[in-house]
């Protein structure tokens, strides 16, 4: 077993007593990027690496500029995104522009550029917690010059350990791959089966007829398209106001686009308030076995069914509220499977303009396509769909955890080698 010491570094910890701990700034340069103007990105020209894409490794902005080559990315570089959460990226892309906010790191002599590669997220880990900001965060160069590591004194042991280390990972990034093959096959059978069943029902063997809409496609002949607006209760919530404006108003926690989901109600114990008056909460209100559909923003559409409620709740203007009407036998869970439907299936992007930021209003919603069902068929398609998706849901949660298992093992056997803790043999 090799004599390690203290580093003297509390994120390393101790690590073998002959390798070297010093800052980064002994060990590599940095290399800014350049402040291309914006006013030339287009659909053609030269790749320009953006933030966004050291997240997702590969750019889908051009620059259609004129532009120095020392400021072309080539694949091998290790890149570091220097706003937002400090990511890291082996550039193993086509060759771009290294655009601002973006940096690339060239190691010094006895340093090998992939040991840098694995070693740097974790002092990057530590920098961006101990950056304090209340909106993006922001990395200097001085930032990551400053972080501590550990290396090996010789070179051809740090090739050894990254060596070592690539082939493992590779190995493990294969597996979790495999994983989320399967996490996408079985959400593509979920959507597929809520499709089938909304729009044709429990029983195949009936005769069809086409609906007339293009994103219901067939239906049994029995059944009749309508409009949401001509059978539930339509809402959409209070616009938000910090000001008490009556001495009767009363402050009341409130549901926004961020709370609802398809998969359902999130973050429920740290909701905003706002003032109401007693008309307004008798208006806003949610009460059990509400759909709340979201209005605008990336997650237009989604919606969710109210199934429990913890403390008196209303409904900011983000938010639609929808309720079965009282001499109507449509059910609001039907209605959650149908709007899912439409929805995973592209009426949402064809009726809102995604250009700017989509907003799936009230008359939209009202005016959304729906297959009338008889309310028996509408209780066991309800209870068919809530059985089976559950158990999909399950099995897709079983998956991302052996997932997330698999990349905090990943993180760990990193760690353990670039420390020095474990040894290549």
């Not at 690590?15 to 940095?30: D, E, G, M, Q, S």
């Not at 990511?87 to 060759?95: F, H, K, L, P, Q």
């Not at 203007?317 to 439409?342: E, G, H, K, W």
Request: glycine residues 6%.
């Amino acid at each position: 077993m090799r004599e390690m010491k203290d580093s003297g570094v509390e994120w390393i910890g101790k690590c073998p007593h002959n390798w070297n701990v010093f800052r980064c700034k002994y060990a590599l340069t940095i290399q800014t990027g350049y402040p291309f103007s914006s006013d030339l990105f287009s659909d053609s020209g030269f790749p320009i690496i953006r933030i966004r894409d050291i997240t997702f490794g590969k750019t889908e902005t051009y620059y259609s500029g004129s532009f120095e080559e020392k400021f072309i990315v080539r694949s091998g570089d290790l890149l570091i995104g220097m706003d937002g959460d400090f990511y890291e990226r082996w550039w193993n892309s086509n060759d771009a522009l290294l655009n601002q906010r973006c940096c690339r790191v060239f190691e010094k002599e006895q340093i090998a550029r992939r040991f840098l590669y694995y070693i740097l997220p974790f002092g990057l880990k530590v920098v961006n917690d101990l950056t304090n900001s209340t909106t993006v965060k922001h990395l200097s160069n001085d930032g990551i010059k400053n972080i501590f590591a550990s290396f090996p004194q010789s070179k051809k042991q740090q090739n050894e350990i990254t060596e070592y280390l690539d082939s493992r990972i590779l190995k493990i990034d294969s597996i979790v791959a495999n994983v989320q093959t399967q996490i996408e096959k079985l959400k593509a059978y979920k959507q597929s089966l809520i499709t089938e069943t909304v729009t044709k029902g429990l029983d195949k063997n009936v005769p069809m007829k086409d609906s007339g809409v293009e994103w219901i496609g067939k239906v049994p002949e029995e059944v009749q398209i309508s409009r949401v607006g001509l059978h539930f209760n339509i809402t959409l919530g209070k616009m938000v106001s910090s000001e008490k404006k009556t001495p009767i108003e009363t402050q009341i926690p409130y549901f926004c686009a961020a709370n609802v989901h398809f998969d359902g109600i999130s973050n429920v114990d740290n909701l905003k308030q706002m003032w109401f008056s007693p008309e307004e909460i008798k208006k806003y209100e949610i009460r059990l076995g509400d759909l709340l559909v979201v209005e605008g923003g990336a997650g237009a559409g989604g919606c969710a069914v109210i199934t429990d409620i913890k403390s008196r709740c209303c409904i900011q203007n983000s938010i639609i509220r929808v309720c079965s009407r009282l001499n109507q036998s449509n059910s609001v869970a039907m209605l959650y499977y149908q709007i899912q439907c439409l929805v995973k299936n592209g009426y949402i992007d064809f009726i809102c303009n995604r250009a700017t930021i989509p907003h799936f209003t009230k008359d939209k919603l009202s005016a959304m396509p729906i297959v009338l069902w008889e309310k028996e068929i509408q209780q066991k398609i309800v209870s068919y769909l809530d059985t089976n998706c559950r158990k999909i849901d399950e099995l897709v949660k079983l998956k991302e955890n052996k997932i997330d298992r698999l990349n905090q093992y990943k993180k760990s056997l990193i760690y353990e080698y670039v420390t020095g803790k474990k040894e290549v043999r």
